[in-house]
C-alpha cells in the first residue's frame, strides 16, 4: 500500500491528488489541492509533520523527509512546502521550508532548517547547507548554492505555468486510472 498511517497519523490527501502507485506518503502528511507525486517518490512524515500546499509536483525518485525532535534538536524541524512548487526529479528535501513558487533543480539537496523563501529557482545538483536563507526572487546554483542573479519577470512567470502544466498532467493520469 502506497499511502500508509504510521503512529496513529495518516495521510490527508486534497481535492484531486495524484499520488503514483509506486510512489509512498507515510505518516502525518498533507497534501493540498492539486498536487502530484510521481514514480518512486517518498514522502515521509514517521517522526514530525509534512506539509505541502496547492499545486505543488514532487517529481520521480525524490525523497522528502523530516528533522526529529530530540536532545541535540529539541523541537526538530518539520519540511513545509507552499503552492505551486515544483520539486525536479531525484530532489532530497530534509526539515525544510519552501515557500511558494519555486522551482527546485532535479538532483539538489536541501537540509535541515534551511528556507526557501518565495519566487526563487534553485538549479540542478545544488546543496544548501543547513539553517541557510535563501532570499526571493533570485536564481541559486552550487554546492554551497551562491546567489547567481535576480530572476527575470518570463522566468518568474514560469512557476506559475509549470504548476499548471502539472496540474493537466496529473488530471490525464486520473483520467486514465479512472478509466481503468
Known amino acids: 500500500m502506497h499511502i500508509r ?13 495524484f499520488v503514483d502507485p509506486s510512489a509512498v506518503v507515510l505518516g502525518d502528511v ?17 517522526m514530525h509533520r509534512i506539509r505541502i500546499g496547492n499545486r505543488t509536483s514532487v517529481q520521480d525518485g ?13 523541537d526538530g524541524y518539520p519540511l513545509l512546502i507552499g503552492d505551486d512548487v515544483t520539486i525536479g526529479h531525484k530532489v532530497l528535501l530534509h526539515g525544510c521550508t519552501l515557500g511558494s513558487r519555486i522551482l ?18 534553485l ?9 541557510k536563507t535563501l532570499e526571493s526572487g533570485h536564481l541559486y546554483m552550487g554546492s554551497p548554492a551562491r546567489q547567481v542573479r535576480p530572476l527575470s519577470e ?3 512567470s514560469f512557476f506559475t505555468y ?3 502544466n502539472y496540474v493537466r498532467l496529473k488530471d490525464q493520469h486520473l483520467q486514465q486510472e479512472w478509466a481503468g
Request: negative net charge.
Open 5 to 17: 498511517s504510521f503512529a496513529d497519523k495518516t495521510p490527508q490527501l486534497g481535492r484531486a491528488v
Open 30 to 46: 498533507v497534501l493540498g489541492d492539486d498536487c502530484s507525486v510521481w514514480p518512486a517518490a517518498v514522502i515521509r512524515g514517521d
Open 62 to 74: 525524490s525523497v522528502l523527509h523530516i528533522t526529529h525532535a530530540g536532545p541535540y534538536n529539541p
Open 104 to 121: 527546485v533543480g532535479m538532483g539538489s539537496i536541501v537540509m535541515d532548517g534551511a528556507v526557501i523563501e518565495d519566487d526563487v529557482i
Open 123 to 131: 538549479g540542478a545538483g545544488s546543496l544548501v547547507p543547513a539553517n
Open 154 to 156: 518570463k522566468e518568474l
Open 162 to 164: 509549470t504548476a499548471g
